[in-house]
T-cell receptor, first 112, second 114 residues
Framework: SQQGEEDPQALSIQEGENATMNCSYK?????LQWYRQNSGRGLVHLIL?????REKHSGRLRVTLDTSKKSSSLLITASRAADTASYFC????????????FGGGTRLMVKP | NAGVTQTPKFQVLKTGQSMTLQCAQD?????MSWYRQDPGMGLRLIHY???????DQGEVPNGYNVSRSTTEDFPLRLLSAAPSQTSVYFC?????????????FGPGTRLLVL
């Protein structure tokens, strides 16, 4: 079973609009990470937010984390056609031997 | 640095054949792992290694073997390929296994089992 579940599974927006993707998880975590995957390519790390952080920014990316609700959101502001990709959240439980667990991803399409 | 490299990029196998997917990293990373990604899904952990000589099973280890004789290399062996193993395979590495750092992913190997 997947620890992280993204919502929505697919999102289509116009260039310039904001895109918001959500991730829910089931167990306690040490940190949560967001990755991007262009079609047919490997994953690229975007941002890591630790369990004691509530919000983090990186360029046009804004990530929030609510540990009480076991959820996170990724906001991409002023989207561009080049942002078209799949976005995955991954959680790290923090126990020795436990590894990153990925969700199913959100497929984002940004129309020019 | 070349980062994480994987070979081959594409492979077609017949049911029952065996093969090895190669993964190498030149960043002196302690932790390496193998994932598979099926269409429209996230990544599932197959096997991982926290250092040379140490390996462990992930979420979906059946049908795969790994070894870690050196820090740089972490090959994934398919013992007897099955159509259910058709997938894209990604190798990843990071400096430690504590999950506090970025994982670096290879470009992937697309495997088709007929």
């Amino acid at each position: 079973s997947q620890q992280g579940e993204e919502d929505p599974q697919a999102l289509s927006i116009q260039e310039g609009e904001n895109a918001t993707m959500n991730c829910s998880y089931k167990t306690s975590i040490n940190n949560l990470q967001w990755y991007r995957q262009n079609s047919g390519r490997g994953l690229v790390h975007l941002i890591l937010i630790r369990s004691n952080e509530r919000e983090k920014h990186s360029g046009r990316l804004r990530v929030t984390l609510d540990t009480s609700k076991k959820s996170s959101s990724l906001l991409i502001t002023a989207s561009r056609a080049a942002d078209t990709a799949s976005y995955f959240c991954a959680t790290y439980p923090g126990n020795a031997g436990n590894m990153l667990t990925f969700g199913g991803g959100t497929r984002l399409m940004v129309k020019p | 640095n070349a980062g994480v490299t994987q070979t081959p990029k594409f492979q077609v196998l017949k049911t029952g054949q065996s093969m090895t997917l190669q993964c190498a990293q030149d960043m002196n990373h302690e932790y390496m792992s193998w994932y598979r990604q099926d269409p429209g899904m996230g990544l599932r952990l197959i096997h991982y290694s926290v250092g040379a000589g140490i390996t462990d099973q992930g979420e979906v280890p059946n049908g795969y073997n790994v070894s870690r004789s050196t820090t740089e290399d972490f090959p994934l062996r398919l013992l007897s390929a099955a159509p259910s193993q058709t997938s894209v395979y990604f190798c990843a590495s990071s400096y430690t296994h504590r999950g506090q750092e970025t994982q670096y992913f290879g470009p992937g190997t697309r495997l088709l089992v007929l």
